[in-house]
């Protein structure tokens, strides 16, 4: 069954480092999400992207942070100075059409920011 | 803005009993959606249903939405312990998001 992949499982960086996060969202699929959880709170939405760009985003979705889909596969979260509020679980997702609503989460990134 | 709230926040049964967890949210929905998240790893998704539907099944799970008193259930029935983990409604409205409330965390004892 296809699932959205997620790269690096884990990752540690310091303070003011900038972090790219990886994802290989379903194929075919078309609109592509970017969530996170910090540690025993809720999962919070950052962006969606759909047709390469933007359709929305949350007030935590600041300049710090961007995504991109450099090619046909992968879909990327940088954050570009991280700050130790930044430390948090990293979901991508991602849903095939507009008519369908489910949407398909990766395993996670967990970022720890030192 | 809309939030889903699941009670109870903790749940602890026996194998084989049924699961009960209930999810409240605040304005008006497109769809509930109902997301499993076993321990430190991603969300599976279990169930959506939409707003002009009142039951839906899925193997050993019911869900239930009432849009009147804007709540959801979400039913596991003859419960394993492999069903242990957090239970997350989530909400949509139209916009791409997903709200999601603060999870249920369900224990199943062997």
């Known amino acids: 069954e296809p699932e959205v992949t997620q790269t690096p499982s884990h990752q540690v960086t310091q303070m003011g480092q900038e972090v790219i996060l990886r994802c290989v969202p379903i194929?075919?699929?078309?609109?592509f999400y970017w969530y996170r959880q910090i540690l025993g709170q809720k999962v919070e939405f950052l962006v969606s992207?759909?047709?390469?760009?933007?359709?929305?985003k949350s007030e935590i979705f600041d300049d710090q942070f961007s995504v991109e889909r450099p090619d046909g596969s992968n879909f990327t979260l940088k954050i570009r100075s991280t700050k130790l509020e930044d430390s948090a679980m990293y979901f991508c997702?991602?849903?095939?059409?507009?008519?369908?609503?489910?949407?398909?989460f990766g395993p996670g990134t967990r970022l720890t920011v030192t | 803005s809309q939030q889903g709230e699941e009670d109870p926040q903790a749940l602890s049964i026996q194998e084989g009993e049924n699961a009960t967890m209930n999810c409240s949210y605040k304005?008006?929905?497109?769809?509930l959606q109902w997301y499993r998240q076993n321990s430190g790893r991603g969300l599976v998704h279990l169930i959506l249903?939409?707003?002009?539907?009142r039951e839906k099944h899925s193997g050993r799970l019911r869900v239930t939405l009432d849009t009147s008193k804007k709540s959801s259930s979400l039913l596991i029935t003859a419960s394993r312990a492999a069903d242990t983990a957090s239970y997350f409604c989530?909400?949509?409205?139209?916009?791409?998001?997903?709200?999601f409330g603060k999870g249920t965390k369900l224990t199943v004892n062997p």
């Open positions: 194929s075919n699929h078309l609109y």
């Open positions: 989530a909400t949509r409205n139209g916009s791409e998001k997903l709200v």
């Open positions: 249903i939409r707003s002009n539907e």
């Open positions: 304005t008006s929905i497109n769809n």
């Open positions: 997702a991602s849903r095939w059409t507009v008519d369908i609503d489910e949407q398909y």
């Open positions: 992207f759909y047709n390469n760009e933007i359709s929305e």
